[in-house]
């Protein structure tokens, strides 16, 4: 994968991470640990683009994004196992989950 496409995956997935941390700051059923995830991987996030545009190693960048997947299958269980969550709060979640886990088969 070219680094102009995964700039601009790493991109599409910020909005979706920053969707669903919105999401989670707004829904009163979040759950401490599901809101920590969120946040986990807004910082993650950004670490993988500075990584990019540092212009590190593929392999730096792709322990970034499995380390992301690692944070996102934490916030899915974290999903699943709230009671008092919206689904737009679970879509936003799961959506950030998906576009993980297609970045992740992308860059192996």
């Known amino acids: 994968m070219e680094p102009a496409q995964i700039r601009q995956k790493l991109t599409q997935l910020d909005?979706?991470?920053?969707r669903a941390a919105q999401a989670v700051r707004d829904d009163q059923g979040a759950t401490p640990e599901l809101k920590q995830c969120v946040q986990e991987l807004g910082t993650q996030a950004k670490e993988a683009q500075q990584s990019l545009a540092e212009g590190n190693e593929q392999t730096t960048l792709i322990e970034c994004v499995d380390d992301m997947e690692d944070t996102s299958d934490r916030a899915k269980k974290?999903?699943?196992?709230?009671?008092?969550?919206?689904?737009?709060?679970?879509?936003?979640v799961l959506q950030a989950?998906?576009?993980?886990?297609?970045?992740?088969?992308?860059?192996?």
């Open 15 to 18: 909005q979706v991470i920053n």
């Open 78 to 92: 974290a999903c699943e196992s709230s009671k008092n969550l919206s689904q737009q709060t679970k879509s936003a």
């Open 97 to 108: 989950h998906q576009h993980l886990s297609d970045l992740k088969h992308q860059l192996h």
